[in-house]
């Protein structure tokens, strides 16, 4: 009834506007004519725009779509009515256009070149906004502002792609329409009568309005860009200064660390974007079905840290750790990625957090050789430079790849190579690394589960309609049967095996129908720990609210290392008894005040001083 009314008060106001405007003979059947010509077609076509266009399901059942959904369907088909009456007026002649020549040519030209590169700016923000939160989801201020200033070189064609033909052409197109206008030196006249002609819109009506239409989408991009990427934050991170970080950083230089006798070698897994979300619902996850069945079966083999009282569990959400670099550094250094200041950037040599000790740095000091494998160029965010500078560790990515002949030099699939040759140039590394004589460190992190849409490799099972639920599926096997190739491996009794998901997915379709109320957490599994923490307290493995910084310690601790206090930067040993930061202040609390910024961090990690 409601949707019938607003219907009806929309093509009436149409009907309204032809009668006093277009028609110029008001006989009873003109008039009845466009009654009914003006409500029908006006509806008929904002009908088919939502259905079609705008991909509104539904349309019939207004309480599916919220208290404003009948305002909205009425302000469109009353938009959609007046431009059918405009494109009417035009065919008739009651509307036309005529050329007119402008005064002031080069204030005429400044003015409409001014207007349009403000226009393009603002449509830049809405469109860059739009595809930024479609594409990556929570995309922080921080994290938006190091990738802007750190190398892009070797991201996936396929977020490239959506760059491209997503804000790029989106803009170019938008730009190109409000030229067409803007330059135009057409007026449009009004036929009142065969003899009478009214100048609707004069030259100076239209650089007026070009010109307050390219502050209008100036503005608006602005402010939609700052209240979607929440851009007030970064007030916090320029200005608002806190000792947080300071007044709890245990210092690694300072921290007593005694390794065992034997050395442990330590193998850590980065799973790309894998989380306990994909498990199902009995087991803690939020799916119908259990994804990553093969991983699930491994974890009863080891340790997994979760923040629930029985399912799978793990890290939330944490400032300056939600994207792959920022993980890395995390569990690297226990220190969140934060704002660069004074001119430093994450990606340059010898720049990466110069004054931070890693975990590379402690096991080079022990002498471990360390390597790092990749699927794609390790140039990408700087990675390159944290590696070298932090354990001088062995580079092993798609480039390096190429330069040894493992992949031919124009092989590129997704973001280098996939995870099947990944996991089988591991094997040949990590077999080469056990018979160095020395103890090892290898790191490598997987990419096939990468949004958007995951890389689906050609021999993977398709058991799901979802492809992003395929790969996650044939992910879990594959990490699985690696895992169980090194424990066939003499070097596996002396190792310390660590599979972690970096960050959270930002595959946003995938998650579009979940239960927003799910709290998502990422996937954790320590295999073979040394022995002195395999017999820790159940309560130290379940109800933890931890950070991916615990990591720092909880590593060195898994192959035996003995910490004084269980505290190492911001991170607390998860097999010790030491409450965590998150544990110790709340999650929420920790997260917005590393928000903050820390001097400390600055003067100390960024530019290097002690």
Wanted: proline fraction near 5%.
């Amino acid at each position: 009834m409601w949707m019938l009314l607003s219907a009806l008060a929309a093509g009436l106001l149409v009907f309204a506007a032809d009668v006093l405007l277009l028609c110029r003979k008001r006989t009873a059947g003109a008039v009845v004519h466009a009654l009914f010509r003006d409500v029908i077609f006006t509806n008929l076509t904002a009908l088919f725009i939502e259905q079609f266009v705008l991909r509104v399901e539904d349309i019939f059942l207004p309480a599916q779509h919220g208290p404003w959904y009948l305002l909205k369907y009425f302000a469109l088909a009353l938009v959609v009515g007046l431009i059918l009456l405009f494109c009417k007026g035009i065919a008739d002649g009651v509307f036309s256009y005529e050329r007119a020549v402008p005064k002031h040519r080069v204030r005429t030209w400044v003015l409409r070149i001014v207007s349009v590169l403000l226009f393009a700016l603002g449509a830049a923000a809405f469109t860059g906004t739009i595809w930024g939160k479609d594409t990556f989801g929570e995309l922080t201020p921080d994290q938006m502002i190091i990738n802007l200033i750190s190398p892009v070189e070797g991201t996936a064609s396929d977020v490239m792609n959506t760059l491209f033909f997503g804000p790029v052409f989106q803009t170019t197109f938008l730009t190109a329409v409000f030229c067409l206008f803007a330059f135009s030196d057409r007026v449009l006249l009004y036929h009142r009568t065969e003899t009478k002609t009214t100048v609707l819109f004069p030259p100076l009506a239209r650089k007026v309005v070009s010109f307050l239409l390219a502050l209008a989408m100036l503005g608006g991009g602005i402010a939609f860009g700052v209240q979607k990427f929440q851009l007030q934050k970064l007030y916090a991170a320029y200005v608002d200064e806190s000792p947080f970080i300071e007044e709890n950083f245990a210092d690694p230089r300072e921290v007593q660390m005694t390794f065992p006798e034997q050395k442990r070698n330590l193998i850590h897994i980065y799973l790309e974007s894998v989380e306990n979300t994909y498990l199902s619902r009995d087991l803690g996850g939020a799916m119908d079905e259990n994804l990553m069945p093969e991983l699930t079966e491994l974890a009863k083999e080891g340790y997994t840290f979760s923040d629930r009282s029985e399912d799978f569990g793990g890290p939330p959400w944490t400032t300056g750790g939600h994207w792959s670099v920022a993980s890395m550094v995390n569990m690297g250094t226990g220190l969140p990625m934060k704002v660069p200041m004074d001119g430093n950037s994450y990606g340059s040599p010898g720049n990466f957090l110069p004054g931070a000790i890693a975990l590379g740095d402690i096991l080079e000091d022990q002498g471990y050789e360390q390597a790092v494998m990749f699927g794609a160029d390790a140039t990408f965010g700087g990675l390159n430079y944290y590696f070298t500078s932090h354990g001088n560790f062995e580079i092993f990515d798609y480039k390096r790849m190429q330069e040894l002949g493992k992949i031919p030099a124009d092989y590129y699939v997704w973001w280098g190579y996939e995870d099947s040759k990944l996991f089988e140039f591991a094997k040949e590394e990590l077999t080469a690394l056990s018979e160095s004589g020395k103890p090892f460190h290898f790191v490598m992190e997987t990419a096939n589960t990468h949004f958007p849409d995951g890389y689906l490799e050609p021999d993977a099972p398709t058991p799901y309609e979802s492809q992003y639920a395929n790969v996650i599926a044939y992910s879990s096997y594959q990490v699985t049967q690696f895992v169980r190739w090194i424990q066939q491996q003499p070097f596996y009794e002396n190792t310390t095996i660590v599979l972690i998901g970096d960050h959270l997915s930002m595959d946003q379709n995938f998650f579009q129908n979940m239960d927003p109320n799910y709290k998502r957490t990422t996937f954790n599994l320590i295999l073979n720990p040394a022995p002195d923490v395999r017999d820790i307290p159940a309560e130290r493995l379940h109800n933890r609210q931890w950070a991916n910084f615990d990591m720092f310690p909880t590593l060195l601790s898994s192959i035996g290392v003995k910490i004084e206090g269980d505290r190492l930067a911001l991170g607390a040993d998860l097999f010790s008894g030491t409450p965590t930061l998150f544990e110790e202040y709340g999650t929420s609390e920790v997260n917005k005040i590393l928000e903050q910024r820390s001097n400390f961090y600055n003067n100390h990690f960024l530019l290097g001083s002690h």
